[in-house]
């Protein structure tokens, strides 16, 4: 099958930093979603960026699309401690209605 | 606030056995799914399903079953559990397919392990 090829990465950081994940995927996608996944809990969402946009912001995250190069990335500025976790991208690109693809995730560990 | 509550939280299974994983949301969304999560890896699509009585395949299919009474219930059962089926599954909601401006709303995960 085909996954986004973000590689589980461990990324540990203090507080206060601002830090980027990377994620690239192998076919068109229309959508790519990023997901956050705490310690012990289920995924959930945190922004989601079409393929005819560039750029889209949420609080202090930030997350970009390269279609040309197929590639996404998300930033947080001023991390927390709390902002802990599994990061995950995931896209569309099967095509296939009800199906998205996730990469493997970055896990991120920030100290206080 | 959107809800997706999976049954059980964890199971021990024995090899050859049969389980049965329950979902239920009260979202009065039309699509669910079913995701496997192994150690250091992303999620990956075992079946879904965007109507009741009508289920479909995803990525890795084989070795599960899926079924869908009702548009609030998704189950996913494994007739014959193996040991390569020691993960963690989720159980995901939205009310439309991925690719459109849709949130997906995950539970919290079922640990499953096959001894």
């Known amino acids: 099958s085909q996954w986004g090829e973000e590689n589980l990465q461990a990324l540990s950081i203090q507080e206060g930093e601002d830090v980027t994940m990377n994620c690239s995927y192998k076919t068109y996608t229309t959508v790519v979603q990023w997901y956050r996944q705490k310690s012990g809990k289920g995924p959930a969402q945190l922004i989601l960026i079409r393929s005819n946009e560039r750029e889209k912001r949420s609080g202090r995250l930030r997350a970009t699309l390269d279609t040309s190069s197929q590639s996404s990335s998300l930033s947080i500025t001023g991390t927390l401690a709390t902002d802990t976790a599994v990061y995950f991208c995931a896209t569309d690109q099967t095509q296939v209605v009800g199906q998205l693809t996730f990469g493997r995730g970055t896990r991120l560990q920030v100290y206080a | 606030e959107a809800a997706v509550t999976q049954s059980p939280r964890s199971k021990v299974a024995v090899t050859g056995g049969k389980v049965t994983l329950s979902c239920h949301q009260t979202?009065?969304?039309?699509?669910m799914y079913w995701y496997r999560q192994d150690t250091g890896h992303g999620l990956r699509l075992i079946h879904y399903s965007y109507v009741a009585d009508s289920t479909e395949k995803g990525d890795i299919p084989d070795g599960y079953k899926a079924s869908r009474p009702s548009q609030e219930n998704f189950s996913l059962i494994l007739e014959l559990a193996s040991l390569s089926q020691t993960a963690v599954y989720f159980c995901?909601?939205?009310?439309?397919?991925?690719?459109?401006?849709?949130?997906?709303?995950f539970g919290k995960g079922t640990r499953l392990t096959v001894v």
């Open positions: 995901a909601s939205s009310d439309a397919g991925p690719g459109a401006n849709t949130e997906v709303f």
């Open positions: 979202n009065n969304h039309d699509y």
